[in-house]
């Protein structure tokens, strides 16, 4: 099977690293990859917003499944493309991948289907916001119906907090369109975790849990990121609580989805907020997350090659069953100062030939290139994401620390906490 992977971060190098173990893969693209990307696989520069070439690509290659990795793309409608020329593709139709790209759409979905999800209205105006914050007495969430890559969302506690986020979502320059409408929802109070399924329209399995850090430094203190670390499986999802989630969430999303002339095919990834052990929705994506996917592709032990092809071709059956590692897996993110605001990049990185043989240890590039004369240098806010494995998830943080400490770029930071909550569970 031939596969072109689209996209070039962490979550890519991941996926192109998981295939490529797969016997069943007999050429690995990505387009357009990265500096660590190509030495797993063969990149082409392509950039994934260039949707007919893509669809050229494929032909041009024979390539049996795209695997589209960011939601860009998917929401302006990769998939439809893709299948309109023929070709098979892992991830939803534009249609279906409201569920990320509008979270009215998908706020609506959750009332429709009666998934739990925090009570919430729509805003058009100042005025609307202002009287949905009000009757919250200003504990509220306040977000950006569109796309908006983490930095459209507020979590309010005070007036002050209610009028700024008003003032960056009605500046015409910071979020366009996609603050046309507004949601302010309650503020809930718990613990995170993601569960992502992969579905083919009528049937799902899902993945063993994860939990992300969105915030930028240590404490969960800082503005929120596209994520600085992520942990394998996480301890606060009994088996309990994971079939709550798959009751009320993950079944009657897909079904949903499907009942309402939308089927959703590829990755159903939902944030949640677990409330006095009580899953809620805080939103979907419609991709892996990034960096939930490094670790929980290394402890996948089951081929993904034959996963992904079987959704794409809408042969998953409920009776499709993954193997996992009962290692821990830890993602720590080295990222570049002044991420997720304003950085430089173009540093050379050191220390990566020296860890590359470490065992149970991998490098997955994010924002890497090569200069002029091929040093691998920073391109990119999160730069690379060190990911290591363990018989727990102190011996795994324990690892990636450990190798942290030889990789180094200027200015580079990242946070020193990561998997702190399943650490405090001793686990
Ligand atoms: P979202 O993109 O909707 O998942 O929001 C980004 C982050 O904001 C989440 O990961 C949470 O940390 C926080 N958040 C979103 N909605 C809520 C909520 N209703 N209550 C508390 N925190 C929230
Ligand atoms: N790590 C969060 C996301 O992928 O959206």
């Given at each position: 099977?031939?596969i072109?992977?689209i996209?070039?971060g962490?979550?890519e190098?991941a ?12 050429e ?11 030495r797993?696989?063969r990149c082409?520069?392509?950039q994934?917003?260039r949707m007919d ?6 032909r041009?290659s024979?390539?049996?499944l ?5 939601e860009?793309p ?5 998939t439809?493309?893709?299948m ?6 892992f991830?939803p ?10 979270k009215?759409f998908a706020?609506?979905f959750?009332l429709?289907?009666?998934i739990?999800?925090?009570s919430f209205?729509?805003?058009?105006t100042?005025a ?11 504990f509220?969430?306040i977000?950006?119906?569109?796309l908006?890559?983490?930095k ?10 209610v ?5 960056s979502?009605?500046d015409?320059?910071q ?9 302010v929802e309650?503020l809930?109070?718990?613990?995170e ?15 063993d849990?994860?939990?992300?850090h969105?915030a930028a ?5 800082g503005p929120n990121?596209?994520?600085?670390g992520?942990?394998?499986?996480a ?5 309990s609580l ?15 989805m499907?009942?309402?002339?939308t089927p959703?095919s ?14 809620e ?10 960096p ?5 592709l290394?402890r996948?032990?089951s081929?993904l090659a034959?996963l ?7 042969h998953l059956?409920?009776?499709?069953k993954?193997k996992?590692?009962?290692?821990s897996a830890?993602?720590v993110?080295m990222?570049s100062?002044?991420y997720?605001g304003v950085?430089?990049?173009?540093f050379p990185?050191?220390g990566l030939?020296e ?5 149970d240890?991998?490098v ?5 290139a090569?200069d ?12 690379i ?5 363990g018989k ?8 990636a ?12 930071f990242y946070?020193?906490d ?9 686990y």
């Amino acid at each position: 099977m031939k596969i072109l992977v689209i996209g070039s971060g962490g979550r890519e190098h991941a996926l192109a690293w998981k295939l490529r173990q797969s016997p069943l893969v007999s050429e690995l693209l990505v387009a357009p990859g990265n500096a660590g990307i190509s030495r797993d696989a063969r990149c082409i520069p392509v950039q994934v917003n260039r949707m007919d070439d893509i669809v050229e690509l494929a032909r041009q290659s024979d390539i049996d499944l795209v695997v589209v990795g960011p939601e860009a793309p998917l929401s302006l409608g990769l998939t439809d493309k893709l299948m309109a020329a023929g070709i098979n593709v892992f991830g939803p139709t534009a249609c279906a991948a409201r569920l990320e790209s509008s979270k009215a759409f998908a706020k609506d979905f959750c009332l429709r289907h009666s998934i739990p999800t925090a009570s919430f209205g729509i805003c058009l105006t100042k005025a609307d916001v202002l009287n949905e914050a009000e009757a919250r007495r200003n504990f509220c969430v306040i977000k950006a119906d569109g796309l908006a890559a983490g930095k459209g969302v507020f979590v309010c506690r005070s007036f002050d907090d209610v009028e700024s986020a008003i003032r960056s979502l009605f500046d015409p320059n910071q979020f366009g369109t996609a603050a046309s409408k507004i949601i302010v929802e309650d503020l809930l109070d718990g613990e995170e975790v993601s569960i992502l399924a992969i579905a083919d329209g009528n049937h799902y399995v899902i993945l063993d849990t994860s939990q992300d850090h969105k915030a930028a430094y240590d404490n969960d203190k800082g503005p929120n990121t596209g994520g600085m670390g992520a942990y394998s499986p996480a301890p606060v999802v009994t088996p309990s609580l994971m079939q709550t989630i798959e009751n009320t969430i993950i079944q009657p999303a897909v079904q949903g989805m499907k009942s309402d002339g939308t089927p959703f095919s590829g990755v159903l990834y939902a944030g949640l907020m677990i409330v006095n052990n009580r899953p809620e929705v805080l939103e979907f994506n419609v991709r892996f997350g990034d960096p939930e996917t490094q670790p929980l592709l290394m402890r996948l032990d089951s081929d993904l090659a034959e996963l992904l092809s079987a959704a794409a071709s809408g042969h998953l059956n409920h009776h499709y069953k993954l193997k996992w590692s009962s290692d821990s897996a830890v993602c720590v993110i080295m990222a570049s100062g002044g991420y997720p605001g304003v950085y430089e990049k173009g540093f050379p990185i050191t220390g990566l030939d020296e860890v590359e043989a470490v065992k149970d240890m991998k490098v997955f590039h994010a924002g890497t290139a090569f200069d002029e004369t091929g040093n691998v240098v920073s391109s990119g806010g999160r730069v690379i994401g060190i990911t290591a494995k363990g018989k727990s998830v102190r011996s795994a943080c324990d690892l990636a620390y450990k190798t942290i400490n030889k990789i180094n770029f200027k200015n580079c930071f990242y946070r020193t906490d990561i998997a702190h909550r399943a650490l405090a569970r001793d686990y």
